[in-house]
């Protein structure tokens, strides 16, 4: 039985190559996994590692208070999927949430790192829009199954996901070198106290990363609802 499961196992990894390669070869492909990278990213950056020493700097406040803060923009991502997948049902579309979704990611990223407030609950507000706005990468997954037949739905998906998570991978190292470029000479047990504009060197691309996305999602994303 075992050359039975060495050849079974021989043809499921080839019929695997063969899906990854009929999804790579299509364009959209890539188009759509670019948006859902633009969607995630800005969350990886900010959310996920930089953002709580920032709002810590930015509004004078305590980093435990900081931290807490955080909680409205994962709320915001919380409650933008479902709400996002209900509007993109209704308009029968995902592609124009997502256009809105760029443009709230890029004006609340944009407040939130170059302007100049202390109002916390204006800040409460616009990190809950900021994560609302990056659930936007739940609809590229429904623009991957208008996409893909069934058959490869499953490797496309997967794809898909990994470009959402490569966010982390590339940006987040990305902006720990810029802040380390512009760091301070303030050292404390051996951890440096990066200033606000060194903060505001190293986010420039999470708003860029928007543009990007929205001007993507703009000219070459197509839907195929039929």
């Keep these: 039985s075992q050359p039975n499961q060495n050849a079974s196992v021989s043809v499921g990894l080839?019929?695997?190559?063969?899906?990854?390669?009929?999804v790579c070869r299509m364009p959209a492909t890539w188009v759509i996994a670019f948006a859902g990278f633009a969607f995630w990213a800005p969350m990886s950056v900010f959310a996920e590692l930089w953002g709580p020493s920032f709002l810590a700097r930015s509004e004078c406040i305590t980093l435990l208070k900081a931290s807490e803060q955080m909680k409205w923009l994962w709320l915001g991502v919380a409650m933008g999927g479902p709400i996002l997948g209900w509007l993109s049902h209704r308009l029968q579309s995902c592609r124009i949430p997502m256009i809105f979704g760029f443009l709230a990611c890029l004006l609340a990223t944009s407040?939130?790192?170059?302007?100049?407030?202390?109002?916390?609950?204006?800040?409460?507000?616009?990190?809950?829009?900021?994560?609302?706005?990056?659930?936007?990468?739940?609809?590229?997954?429904g623009l991957v199954r208008q996409l893909h037949a069934s058959t490869a739905l499953g490797t496309a998906i997967g794809?898909?996901?990994?470009?959402v998570i490569l966010g982390?991978?590339?940006?987040?190292?990305?902006?720990?070198?810029?802040?380390?470029?512009?760091?301070?000479?303030?050292?404390?047990?051996?951890v440096y106290h990066f200033s606000l504009a060194a903060y505001q060197h190293a986010f420039i691309m999470i708003p860029m990363v928007s543009v990007l996305g929205f001007l993507v999602t703009l000219f070459y994303i197509k839907e195929n609802n039929n």
């Design 111 to 141: 407040w939130l790192i170059y302007g100049v407030h202390h109002d916390l609950v204006w800040v409460d507000v616009v990190l809950f829009v900021f994560g609302f706005s990056c659930a936007g990468q739940c609809l590229t997954f």
């Design 168 to 190: 982390g991978v590339i940006l987040q190292p990305l902006a720990g070198w810029i802040l380390d470029f512009y760091h301070s000479d303030v050292c404390h047990a051996s």
């Design 159 to 163: 794809l898909n996901n990994m470009a």
């Design 14 to 22: 080839s019929q695997e190559w063969q899906r990854l390669k009929t």
